[in-house]
């Protein structure tokens, strides 16, 4: 088990940096089978870590941030679907409640939501509105508390 007590204080991108950096040295020294990133709920095994992480030398999200899908029971195809690991940067998530869209799609803003609020700091504030799937759609985003656990800041996507 790694982790980071000590850097709390340090700029989340750094903080990240120094974290994969460190993790991806002990990864190649001890040749593990798997590894459980706790952060983002994920395991992953030797190659693909070292590959994803070591993008843009380790300054990436690449296989930080996890992106979950979630069925909703006794619903009508209703999912919810959220991004994991941005909170423990001091970051907030996303979430999104949907039905008429392709998860897949849906996956693909998610990351892309957090890849932005990881390059540009925490920019959405309450209210603003955000790119949807389609041209021309826009999205209100609110922070709330998550839906699903662990309990955490996200920023909520409307999709009306």
Known sequence: MLTDLMSRELDYKLRLEYFQKFIASI??????K???ISNGEKIM???????KFSINDYRN???FINVRLFN???????MIMD???LNSL??????????????????????NYGSYIYDNGVVIKNGNTIQGVEENQN?????????IEPKRIVIEIINT
């Open 90 to 111: 001091g970051l907030p998530d996303f979430q999104i409640r949907f039905s008429n869209y392709n998860p897949s799609d849906i996956a693909g803003l998610l990351f």
């Open 27 to 32: 990864v190649e020294a001890m040749n593990p």
């Open 61 to 63: 999200l690449g296989g």
């Open 45 to 51: 095994n030797k190659d693909e870590y070292l590959d």
């Open 72 to 78: 909703i029971q006794e619903s009508n195809g209703e």
């Open 34 to 36: 798997a590894i459980w």
């Open 83 to 85: 991004t994991l690991g």
């Open 139 to 147: 999205w209100k985003c609110y922070f709330r508390e998550s839906l």
